[in-house]
């Protein structure tokens, strides 16, 4: 059907199709499309459409007749599509079996690669959705240095979705990706859609119970987990995603027992140990373990500075040493986010309300960012800014209550106990039930 309302609202504000594409950075296909009803704006557009369109996110669902407006992939139309082109697939193989790398210059290989297979084929969607995952990976790991990487890489999502709605790399890429925006029900989403599409995929499997465990449901995402690693014990995504489900779900001294073997075959991975770290300072007497690990996950990437604000909680006196390690780290919202919270740890109040403040204005719509900073405000006796961020966190979709749980002796520690705060809490929880009852397909009970 149609959308002549969203067509009448652009004419009004007194744009082409083309100046509208060329304001929010999409192809004037892709306003053709959402206009005539073929397809849906994907999460990401709809903040900048409504800017575009001068209206409220939530009155854009008053032009766009048909579907929900949020994610779920349209199911393929036809055969799955071949690709003959015999340098991009080899060139893919190449690029994609190097993702699994820790370090940058392996994540910058694989996107070499994967860039030459997209030039080779524009249409080969799993290359395309494959190099927005190496961008996801930049962003996250705080190597691109600002958040034009995630932008760039649900531009790939969109895309490779465009040429092959099946697409499970694809997929990952967009769950990887909602993790840093709070979008966790749109992860959720994309999640099961892809995992009731390839029910045998391994990789589908693993992307659905990533959804799931970073929407506060890791007791739903173990037993898919379990099941792939029961299938191929060397897969390193289920490996990790298995210490992680156990710390979110208090089995403390499982997590750092399972991530032994993990981490001496993969000692550089730092966000990993961030896990297992956390895991031991909830164990008995684990403080000591707990600082220990995080110590060894800031050498192994000095970079990381995630890590570097457990250490810091872990051990107050390395806060001066974080800051000195980290200042020439390349800085993007994610990172910033983070460093905003040593600051205030470190008493340097002035510097980390100035970055709070700069990025809840610059980031408005990114649940992650915004629950992060729900910790900086917090750290700085801000209890009001705290609150109304964490507030606008739950509002933007952030789920992952099970972390909050896990994080709250830290930056959170000024809140606990405040009836405002408990309430919100709550909402949580009654939100990732919610969600458990919409998107568990075998069932609601715990």
Known sequence: MRRRALAERRKTMGFSQEELAAALGV???TVIRWESGETEP???HRPRLAKALRLPVEDLAGLLSGPPPAYAPAPPTGPALSFEDGPARELYRRGYGLLAHDDREGIEAAEALLERAVTHDPTFAGAIAARGYTQ???YFAGWADSSEALDRALRDVEAALEADPGSVIAHITFIRACWDMGWHEH???AGRSVYTRHPDSLDASVAFARALTN??????AMPLVDSVLAADPTDLAAQKLRI????????HEAAVETARAYLTSHPTDANTRWAVALAAYHMEDGGELAARVAREGVEADPTDVTVWTLLGYLRPGTWAEALERLGATEANSRTTAWLANIHAAAGHAETARRLADELRAAHPANGYITYRLTHVYAELGQTEPALACLRAAVELGFLSV?????EADF???SLRGLDAYETLVRQLDDNVERCRRLYVPWGAAR
Do not use: N, Y
């Open 136 to 138: 996801w990976r930049k």
């Open 187 to 189: 992860a959720l989403r």
């Open 244 to 251: 992680w489900c156990l710390m979110l779900l208090g089995r």
């Open 27 to 29: 192809d004037r296909t």
């Open 402 to 406: 099970q972390l909050l749980r896990r």
């Open 42 to 44: 994907q999460p990401w």
């Open 215 to 220: 929407a506060g449901l890791a007791d739903v």
């Open 411 to 413: 930056g959170l520690a």
